[in-house]
């Protein structure tokens, strides 16, 4: 384990320095240190400091957030294959997106965080009501069968919208790509309490988790309250998931890929999952946001493309070249 988060952490410092080093307009590694020391000149300040920096700050920003979601709900409902997206947040995001930019709001990422995190907060609160809604228990099964009634239900929603305006659909078309392109430090300050707050709630959940896995029933005789987890953990996905889409939008596998992964390395234990999630979603997603700038000529792939290629054919790689570890 702590060799693990070594390399991990060694990968991310890597592909920190790749990622201002690296991109359509080359420049010289010494231009970048002395622009992140202070001492660059202004072509060099422009392109470090006011696009690579906050970009690669956003990246691991949201690669944290997604990857530490992404080990929850899959810890949460005890399967490895679950995505944060299987709540119906990303799809409270895209609903809050698409009713703003019908309202005419700007296409641009400050004004479209607000509209994307309402959503999906509101998606979480419509999932809770759903799922303690008749007889028995919000189990994590009723959970699972509401967010994805709820998701396709937003989704509907969504697309009528879309196809009934071509404004929206044109705005919602670039935002929906997923990217950390453009995004500013401002942008990750209006979501930056959100985010704590998911961590927080995320690292007292590392224990009561773990019991979970053994049954419900086994968790409360183990003095674990389970109705207090499953809310934590719901409100927890939710400031994470919605926090990080509302400011890169839906970047695909990531948080479906990268716990599974862990879990694969270290089993089953979530005081190893959660941390090794944490320091390894930033490195695909900084890793992916490199390849996404140098792979067209003249050109950006938005980096949830690049997620989407890249995680698929590893994941099911290591599924079928190892025993896949359930909860």
Known sequence: MPLVLAGLALALLLCVAASLLIGAESIAPGR????????????????????????????????????????????????????????GVNGGAALGVTLALWAGVSTSTSALVLPALAGALLATVALLLLASAGKGPATPVRMVLAGVALAAVLGGFTTAIRLFDVTTFDGYRSWAAGSVAGRSL??????????????????????????????EDTAASLGVDTRRVRLLTIVSVALLAGAATAIAGPITFL?????????????????????????????????????????LPLREMPVGVVTAFVGAPVLIRLISHRKVHTQ
Request: net charge neutral; hydrophobic share 55%; charged share 15%.
């Open 255 to 295: 948080g479906l890929m990268v716990p599974h992964v862990c879990r694969l390395l270290v089993g089953n234990d979530q005081r190893r999952i959660i941390p090794l999630s944490a320091l390894a979603a930033p490195v695909v997603l900084l890793a992916s946001d490199i390849v996404a700038r140098v792979a």
């Open 186 to 215: 401002t942008d990750l300050a209006g979501v930056t309490g959100y985010l704590v707050v998911g961590l927080l709630i995320a690292l007292t959940l590392v224990r009561p988790l773990n019991a979970v896995a053994l049954g």
């Open 32 to 87: 970048v240190v002395d622009s992140v020391l202070g001492r660059g000149d202004a072509q060099a300040d422009a392109l470090v400091l006011d696009s690579r920096l906050p970009r690669t700050v956003v990246a691991i920003a949201v690669g944290t957030a997604l990857g530490v979601a992404g080990s929850l709900i899959q810890a949460f409902t005890r399967n490895p294959l679950a995505d944060p997206g299987i709540l």
